[in-house]
């Protein structure tokens, strides 16, 4: 496709159940970048990757929060034992020339 | 550390009037300075950006933005709005050259709603 693709685009988890985001990059963009929007907030940094290597991890808000992408294209953010606190916008972007390329996110509900 | 602040979190204007939505922001290096809108049920798109050179920017759709270092401030303006333009407005900012420049940090968010 010619944008960023996120799947789901909703989830509704139980509290205490793990789940997995996934980012489908626009091809060829090196740099991806996960980001948490609450309601009614700006979204927020959570973590960035060049290719395969996460180079900046520091937004996570805590390790139940996991990011990869092992071959450089496609990212999984997993949050691990969700928590209410977790429901938000989870946004996936790529980034080329300064310009960063959002996804349509996923709603992240946690009852 | 960088910070965006917005001003307004909600800017309601009556169709054909004029805008503007403020944004300042605090950096201790140099900057790139955003403004994403957000449609209703869509995603972030870029509509603006000032990276370097002329400090007044404009968007294919009548939007223009001035980067103010003095006032660390770009706020967006529109002399004619319309139905079409209600969405949620980001102002985001990034380091510039030489600077950790891959990462946004965005402000809370205007809405503005457009009235007939």
């Known amino acids: 496709g010619a944008g960023v693709s996120q799947s789901p685009r909703y989830k509704v988890a139980k509290r205490g159940q793990d789940v997995a985001l996934r980012c489908d990059p626009i091809?060829?963009?090196?740099?991806l970048f996960w980001y948490q929007q609450a309601l009614g907030q700006g979204p927020e940094f959570l973590t960035y990757?060049?290719?395969?290597?996460?180079?900046?991890k520091s937004g996570l808000p805590s390790d139940r929060f996991f990011a990869e992408r092992p071959e450089g294209s496609v990212s999984t953010l997993k949050i691990q034992r969700t928590q209410q606190e977790d429901s938000a916008v989870y946004l996936c972007?790529?980034?080329?020339?300064?310009?960063?390329?959002f996804g349509p996110g996923t709603r992240l509900t946690v009852l | 550390a960088q910070s965006v602040t917005q001003l307004d979190s909600q800017v309601p204007v009556f169709e054909e009037a004029p805008v503007e939505l403020r944004c300042n922001y605090s950096?201790?290096?140099?900057?790139?300075l955003f403004w994403y809108v957000q449609y209703p049920n869509q995603g972030l798109q870029l509509l603006l950006k000032?990276?370097?050179?002329?400090?007044l920017v404009e968007s294919i759709n009548g939007f223009e933005a001035e980067f103010n270092k003095s006032q660390t401030s770009f706020h967006l303006r529109k002399p004619s709005v319309h139905i079409s333009d209600t969405a949620e407005y980001f102002c985001?900012?990034?380091?510039?050259?030489?600077?950790?420049?891959?990462?946004?940090?965005f402000g809370k968010g205007t809405l503005l709603t457009v009235n007939p």
């Open positions: 972007a790529t980034r080329l020339d300064n310009e960063q390329f």
């Open positions: 091809s060829g963009h090196v740099s």
């Open positions: 990757f060049q290719n395969e290597a996460q180079l900046d």
């Open positions: 950096s201790s290096v140099s900057v790139y």
């Open positions: 000032y990276l370097s050179g002329s400090t």
């Open positions: 985001a900012v990034s380091g510039g050259s030489g600077g950790s420049n891959y990462k946004l940090t």
